[in-house]
């Protein structure tokens, strides 16, 4: 059996040979890091002095947004390509923290519904994003290599995340920088 190093020798010559694959890298990197960057700061945003926010009914109806993405996407698979529905949820995506950069910027208690609006358009975008990323990892990543090219897209993606993370940023500049990480991905689209 070939030991981990002829694994990542592999992962890596595929990466440098063909240009999709690398593409499909940059773009789960940018999706999911700010995926993973919004997941952070979404109690924050909603934080409010006078309604204290039901957490677990928000993170109950954002679950709920994510399964209606996935259903959507299931449901018009049989007449948009998987590359189609990507590059929609990816630019409703990055509306959607546009809208959250708008909210975050001015009084976060006078924008907590636009705020909400928003990110339950994120998680249905995260919805549609995992069925149609997984349709087209299966077809551009050889099965051979598939596990060792999905570790490597990992690096980049957890490098963004915890640089977001431990970088001294406002959440409406993290929010401007996950617009653009997904306006990277959708350019990668």
């Given at each position: 059996?070939?030991?981990?190093m002829?694994?990542?020798?592999?992962?890596?010559?595929?990466?440098?040979?063909?240009?999709?694959?690398?593409?499909?890298?940059?773009?789960?990197?940018?999706?999911?890091?700010?995926?993973?960057?919004?997941v952070?700061?979404?109690?924050?945003?909603?934080?409010?002095d006078?309604i204290?926010p039901p957490?677990?009914?928000?993170?109950?109806?954002?679950?709920?947004?994510?399964?209606?993405?996935?259903?959507?996407?299931?449901?018009v698979?049989?007449?948009?390509?998987?590359?189609?529905?990507?590059?929609?949820?990816?630019?409703?995506?990055?509306?959607?923290?546009?809208?959250?950069?708008?909210?975050?910027?001015?009084?976060?208690?006078?924008?907590?519904?636009?705020s909400?609006?928003?990110?339950?358009?994120?998680?249905?975008?995260?919805?549609v994003y995992?069925?149609?990323?997984?349709?087209?990892?299966?077809?551009?990543?050889?099965?051979?290599?598939?596990?060792?090219?999905?570790?490597?897209?990992?690096?980049?993606?957890?490098?963004l995340?915890?640089?977001?993370?431990?970088?001294?940023i406002?959440?409406?500049?993290?929010?401007?920088?996950?617009?653009?990480?997904?306006?990277?991905?959708?350019?990668?689209?």
């Amino acid at each position: 059996s070939p030991s981990m190093m002829q694994h990542m020798q592999r992962g890596v010559k595929l990466l440098r040979s063909d240009r999709r694959a690398l593409l499909l890298g940059v773009i789960v990197s940018a999706f999911e890091g700010s995926m993973y960057a919004f997941v952070f700061h979404w109690t924050p945003a909603l934080r409010s002095d006078t309604i204290p926010p039901p957490h677990g009914v928000i993170f109950a109806l954002f679950m709920m947004a994510c399964a209606c993405g996935a259903s959507v996407s299931t449901l018009v698979s049989g007449w948009v390509k998987p590359t189609a529905r990507l590059s929609a949820a990816v630019a409703a995506g990055c509306v959607a923290f546009v809208m959250c950069t708008c909210a975050a910027t001015g009084d976060a208690e006078d924008h907590l519904g636009f705020s909400f609006s928003a990110f339950l358009l994120i998680e249905f975008c995260v919805g549609v994003y995992f069925p149609s990323m997984g349709v087209l990892k299966s077809d551009i990543v050889p099965e051979h290599v598939r596990g060792t090219v999905y570790n490597l897209y990992r690096v980049p993606l957890n490098a963004l995340v915890v640089g977001l993370l431990l970088s001294d940023i406002t959440m409406a500049t993290c929010f401007k920088l996950n617009a653009l990480l997904l306006f990277a991905a959708l350019a990668g689209v």
